[in-house]
């Protein structure tokens, strides 16, 4: 590993003994209102479609509709080419984990699922997938970061109390939504 690599990923595990010394009453909006004037930049590659978008979704403390058409499509349910409005909210939650645990992007394995890709998935795995889950409604979406530890990135999602935190080990991912604040293992 390169003197470089070696540094990013020392700093990164500094960064991850800070999060985890946080109180567990992190607020998520203090984090967010002292970036609300930053331009706001998310990088994704979509596991299943090989699509890639880096994109400013929030600018001068507002939304970009333009961007989040756009995030909108690539984030649609992959199996029927269904598209819905992703929760802003969800987009802000990816934005402070992306910098507090650096990377260069985020990989969606799932994020909307149309009625149908869900019914169809639950059937196949009734205790891994709800039957109404929020990736119904655009309020979740099930991430890694390339060359990240998975479960450092669950933990920090976890410091940010932010909504739901799952946490899929053996698949490697981590569900993350705007729902109440909870966690389990799946």
């Known amino acids: 590993m390169s003197k470089h690599l070696r540094n990013a990923a020392s700093q990164r595990r500094l960064l991850l003994k800070g999060l985890a010394a946080l109180p567990l009453?992190?607020?998520f909006g203090k984090v967010q209102a002292s970036v609300a004037e930053a331009d706001c930049e998310l990088c994704f590659r979509h596991t299943h479609t090989d699509e890639n978008l880096r994109i400013v979704y929030r600018s001068g403390g507002s939304y970009i509709p333009s961007a989040l058409a756009r995030i909108d499509w690539l984030m649609r349910d992959?199996?029927?080419?269904?598209?819905?409005?992703?929760?802003?909210?969800?987009?802000?939650?990816?934005?402070?984990?992306?910098?507090?645990?650096?990377?260069?992007?985020?990989?969606?394995?799932?994020?909307?699922?149309?009625?149908?890709?869900?019914g169809m998935l639950h059937k196949a795995d009734g205790k891994g997938v709800a039957t109404r889950s929020m990736h119904m409604d655009g309020r979740a979406i099930d991430v890694r970061i390339p060359g990240f530890d998975t479960a450092a990135l669950r933990d920090a999602a976890l410091a940010l109390q932010a909504g739901g935190v799952g946490y899929y080990r053996e698949s490697d991912f981590v569900h993350i939504d705007t729902g109440r604040v909870r966690h389990w293992v799946g």
């Open 25 to 27: 009453g992190l607020n």
């Open 78 to 118: 992959f199996r029927t080419g269904d598209v819905a409005r992703i929760d802003p909210r969800l987009l802000d939650i990816l934005h402070t984990l992306g910098t507090t645990c650096g990377g260069e992007s985020f990989e969606i394995i799932s994020a909307f699922r149309s009625p149908m890709t869900n």
